[in-house]
């Protein structure tokens, strides 16, 4: 019988040997009824399963579903049992997942979803990724213990938690210490050496400045990515880098986690008839620069947003940052929103983004690598359907405001715009799949099919003896947005120096 079995089903439909199997197990196992007795009922059942067996068709359950394999072949997925230091340990001292949480104690709460905030909500922080994809795993319904028949390998490490006890303070080996040992301890696994670890993938909550850390003796993060394993593996990522193809951006966490169609659809329809007062909002607070320095798109939307009555802000600096953890108020901005600006801050991307869908507010970029070029397994690929973008160089001349671009957008425009936006919120979000099965196909289950697709092909070039073309990784970002590595395109000066 599987490992774990007290804590995942078998996949919603089986085929007749593995029918056969499970009832002769069953019985063989026996309860209060003695031996003879036992032996003389797993000879009769096998006796009559052997004749279903011959039968043509498939043995129905009185629901009329069809027992069989078929709808996990192919989707089969192996967990690593890791040793504990690798994930559960680290939750330990979970207050430090975020430095800047005001509730950081209870981040690990419901699978990671955090401090439940009534219904599908939840005070999820945006570093608590790993867990919620290490619980969605545990109820994925097509698990196995055969790494043979696995379509690929999830590795259940918890990178982002790890670094997050190291980012401030500890020396380079401390930080390097956990993704050197589990790169040996991969190596080491029979499972690696099928596919020299191309069919493994883990999932990391932070970004990926976090684990690429160029210099020995660099001052931020670990070099966990730039490791030859994890080079052959994929780690699923908050936010991926443009030049690099071992690594893929999948949503941040929000708030909402539904359960049902029912939940999902309920809100949709919700925030498409919300009455929407400001025609553009920010929430954020503005970055530190050097004296003299140029400003920043976001201290430039933050002024420009301050000056018009259209815009709300919401300003999270100093002794005011308190009002960006919180849901309700970060919710409540959005929904009154027609826009909501996603100017880069720290790294590119902002959890923001994501908030602000889910209330369908249309989010507004000024850098591609914001969104455009970092999540093309969950957005679509036209960019314009969805968001308007504002490019960060004709805001800097400031020959036109943030907000008269916005009103040259007619209401048909928007409401265009909005409806998209809703639409693709099954594959923003996480589901909660602890209350029942899966009604819907959410942000988790878009990234596990794409990575068995990713390792599909990678199997199909092994065994052809091709490989990508590894000379042309640094137009990744080229890659997901046009769907090829050559010719110039016209956001090249955008990558040409950001990192």
């Known amino acids: 019988m599987d490992r774990q079995q007290s804590s995942r089903e078998y996949p919603m439909s089986i085929g007749k040997k593995d029918t056969a199997r499970l009832l002769i197990h069953h019985l063989s196992l026996g309860g209060g009824v003695d031996t003879v007795r036992r032996m003389?009922?797993?000879?009769?059942?096998?006796?009559?399963?052997?004749?279903?067996?011959?039968?043509?068709?498939?043995?129905?359950?009185?629901?009329?579903?069809?027992?069989?394999?078929?709808?996990?072949?192919?989707?089969?997925?192996?967990?690593?049992?890791?040793?504990?230091?690798?994930?559960?340990?680290?939750?330990?001292?979970?207050?430090?997942?975020?430095?800047?949480?005001?509730?950081?104690?209870?981040?690990?709460?419901?699978?990671?979803?955090?401090?439940?905030?009534?219904?599908?909500?939840?005070a999820t922080d945006q570093f608590t990724l790993e867990l919620i994809f290490h619980s969605r795993m545990r109820q994925y319904e097509c698990l196995t213990d055969d790494p043979d028949r696995a379509a690929a390998v999830f590795v259940p490490f918890y990178p982002g938690i790890e670094m997050g006890h190291h980012l401030w303070g500890s020396n380079v080996s401390v930080r390097d210490a956990a993704p050197l040992e589990l790169s040996q301890w991969l190596r080491s696994r029979p499972e690696w050496t099928k596919m020299g670890g191309r069919?493994?993938?883990?999932?990391?909550?932070?970004?990926?400045?976090?684990?690429?850390?160029?210099?020995?003796?660099?001052?931020?993060?670990s070099k966990l990515l730039l490791l030859p394993e994890l080079k052959s593996m994929t780690t699923l990522i908050i936010e991926s880098s443009p030049w690099h193809r071992n690594d893929m951006a999948i949503p941040y966490p929000t708030y909402f986690h539904p359960s049902t169609v029912a939940e999902l659809t309920a809100w949709q329809n919700r925030v498409l008839k919300q009455s929407r007062p400001w025609l553009f909002s920010f929430a954020g607070a503005p970055r530190w620069r050097p004296p003299n320095s140029t400003a920043s798109l976001r201290d430039l939307s933050i002024e420009q947003c301050r000056a018009s009555a259209r815009c709300k802000l919401l300003d999270c600096a100093g002794e005011r940052a308190g009002s960006c953890f919180s849901p309700r108020r970060i919710m409540a901005l959005f929904e009154s929103s027609v826009f909501c600006l996603q100017p880069v801050g720290d790294s590119p991307t902002r959890r923001s983004t994501f908030d602000a869908m889910v209330a369908g507010c249309v989010p507004v970029f000024f850098h591609p690598g914001s969104a455009y070029t970092q999540y093309a397994w969950h957005l679509p690929r036209d960019y314009r359907r969805y968001s308007v973008f504002l490019p960060e160089e004709?805001?800097?001349?400031?020959?036109?405001?943030?907000?008269?671009?916005?009103?040259?957008?007619?209401?048909?425009?928007?409401?265009?715009?909005?409806?998209?936006?809703?639409?693709?919120?099954?594959?923003?979000?996480?589901?909660?799949?602890?209350?029942?099965?899966?009604?819907?196909?959410?942000?988790?289950?878009?990234?596990?099919?794409?990575?068995?697709?990713?390792?599909?092909?990678?199997?199909?070039?092994?065994?052809?003896?091709?490989?990508?073309?590894?000379?042309?990784?640094k137009y990744t970002w080229k890659q997901s947005l046009v769907g090829t590595n050559v010719g110039d395109d016209e956001w090249d000066h955008y990558f040409s120096h950001w990192g």
Not at 43 to 71: H, K, N, Q
Not at 207 to 220: A, H, K, Q, V
Not at 450 to 463: D, M, S, T
């Open 394 to 473: 004709v805001v800097r001349q400031g020959n036109e405001s943030i907000e008269l671009a916005l009103r040259k957008i007619t209401a048909e425009e928007v409401a265009a715009m909005r409806k998209e936006v809703v639409g693709m919120l099954p594959r923003l979000v996480y589901g909660d799949r602890r209350r029942g099965a899966a009604e819907f196909d959410d942000a988790f289950d878009v990234a596990v099919e794409k990575v068995i697709e990713r390792v599909q092909k990678q199997r199909k070039q092994i065994r052809e003896g091709t490989a990508d073309d590894v000379a042309e990784e």
């Open 40 to 122: 003389f009922y797993v000879v009769v059942v096998s006796l009559v399963l052997c004749f279903l067996l011959l039968l043509p068709g498939e043995v129905s359950s009185p629901a009329g579903t069809a027992l069989t394999s078929s709808g996990c072949d192919g989707r089969y997925i192996f967990v690593q049992e890791l040793p504990a230091r690798f994930n559960v340990d680290l939750l330990r001292n979970c207050c430090v997942f975020s430095r800047w949480a005001g509730d950081a104690c209870h981040l690990a709460d419901n699978g990671g979803f955090g401090r439940g905030l009534g219904g599908d909500w939840y």
């Open 199 to 221: 069919d493994h993938f883990m999932v990391a909550g932070r970004i990926t400045w976090d684990f690429r850390r160029w210099t020995e003796d660099g001052d931020w993060g």
